[in-house]
């Protein structure tokens, strides 16, 4: 108790230091060659290391805050992912999607299992920004719904991921890529859940067809929905349904 206590107590000088320590010079490499840095500094440093470095830091609002304050992506990562789940308020979250910038945050803020998808409030959340008209809420909705959808909740239902579904099917075609690339993660969760919102998720994956998503130079496959939503594993899985 006493090992976690101390570790819980770390200060936002400390983190720096953690943060100095595991710095990666290929990363910053990449970070300079980036078109839109929201005016941030980075440590070069990814998403793994950032995880491992947070379950080192322990949970602790007061410092999440102010590393969220910092203009520092990697100490701002670290302050979603070292936040306090109970203790995260909807003005507190409204007032940081706000802060998003060009968009770099938005996986760690609204899934990669981070600290909003855990608060109490997150399944309304969700509800209430795939109605807004506000795109970065948007985007963070799909977020949230990849990670409730990994979810038990009796909240969460059939229905409520087949409304998903169908909003998306209504509106993909007038999607920008960033919407659409957090709509088609959303579609995948979604359809491993079970075989009828799997076939509904196949069928709208079908009609998206896989998604280019290569910016800043880089070579990645185009993100295919279809193919993730008829993998051996699922075809496995709903044999029997």
């Known amino acids: 108790t006493q090992h976690r206590k101390r570790r819980a107590d770390m200060n936002k000088a400390e983190v720096f230091d953690l943060l100095e320590q595991n710095r990666n ?13 929201g005016g941030l500094t980075s440590f070069g440093i990814g998403l793994t290391v950032h995880r491992k470095l947070a379950k080192q830091i322990g949970r602790d609002h007061e410092l999440a805050l102010e590393l969220w304050a910092s203009d520092n992506y990697d100490a701002k990562v670290m302050g979603l992912l070292i936040d306090e789940p109970k203790k995260l308020t909807i003005e507190q979250v409204e007032s940081q999607v ?14 990669c299992d981070a600290t909003l998808a855990k608060a109490p409030f997150a399944f309304e959340l969700a509800q209430s920004w795939l109605e807004s008209t506000d795109l970065m809420r948007q985007r963070c909705a799909y977020g949230l719904i990849y990670e409730l959808s990994k979810k038990n909740n009796k909240r969460y239902t059939d229905e409520f991921f087949l409304s ?45 067809g896989p998604i280019d998503f290569n910016e800043d130079g880089k070579k990645c496959d185009p993100f295919d929905m279809e193919k993730h939503l008829t993998s051996d594993y699922l075809t496995k899985k709903f044999a029997n349904s």
């Open 164 to 208: 998903v579904i169908e909003g998306i099917k209504q509106s993909y075609e007038s999607a920008p890529k960033s919407k659409l690339l957090a709509m088609g993660a959303a579609l995948v969760a979604i359809g491993k859940r079970n075989i009828e919102l799997n076939r509904a998720a196949l069928s709208v994956a079908k009609g998206i």
């Open 98 to 111: 706000e802060e998003l910038g060009p968009g770099l945050l938005t996986h760690v803020f609204a899934s």
């Open 25 to 37: 010079q290929r990363g910053i490499d990449n970070w300079h060659k980036m078109k839109d840095t």
